[in-house]
């Protein structure tokens, strides 16, 4: 009886965890929530997502820290970019390379097999809170990679299909 009822409680947690999207984090995100990130290259016209529409999304929340020592270690919270596109009708293993771009002009590329290795979350909340307004509206965060990837002020990803 015992064994079943710690079955019970643990299949509650799990579907408690699976069904909150977002992970345990609450994440505050009015202060940026229409803030919009303009997705090139999987339509014929640019696709555009706000952060609310990334906060509705399957999320999940990673603790990681880079590989460099300029951060250190992060809780992020966010969609995958597989899920994003997904949502679009894009398969990741389709990508031939994505560049990220932020509002500071800061750009950085990765090809379609860096893309197939690792996950890359579209974090609109670091550390079980909101962003602050250096990385506002959606900082990309891969886990255990240099953080020179880690692009803040996220507002445009253009993509090159295969």
């Not at 947690?13 to 202060?31: E, P, Q, R, V």
């Not at 990673?62 to 460099?68: A, G, H, L, P, Y």
Request: hydrophobic residues 40%; contains cysteine.
């Amino acid at each position: 009886m015992k064994v079943r009822m710690i079955a019970l409680v643990a299949l509650l947690a799990m579907s408690l965890i699976l069904t909150t999207g977002c992970g345990t984090d609450n994440i505050d995100i009015s202060g940026y929530a229409d803030s919009e990130i303009a997705i090139e290259g999987i339509a014929k016209d640019d696709v555009i997502v706000t952060i609310t529409d990334l906060k509705e999304m399957d999320c999940i929340t990673v603790k990681t820290e880079s590989t460099s020592d300029k951060i250190g270690e992060v809780r992020a919270t966010g969609p995958t970019l597989e899920t994003v596109l997904a949502a679009h009708g894009v398969d990741i293993g389709d990508v031939k390379k994505i560049t990220f771009h932020g509002k500071d002009d800061y750009t950085y590329s990765l090809k379609g097999d860096y893309l197939a290795e690792h996950d890359v979350i579209l974090a609109f909340g670091i550390d079980g809170e909101p962003l602050n307004e250096e990385d506002a509206p959606c900082r990309i965060i891969i886990p255990q990679s240099d953080s020179a990837y880690w692009i803040r002020l996220l507002d445009h990803i253009k993509i090159e299909l295969k």
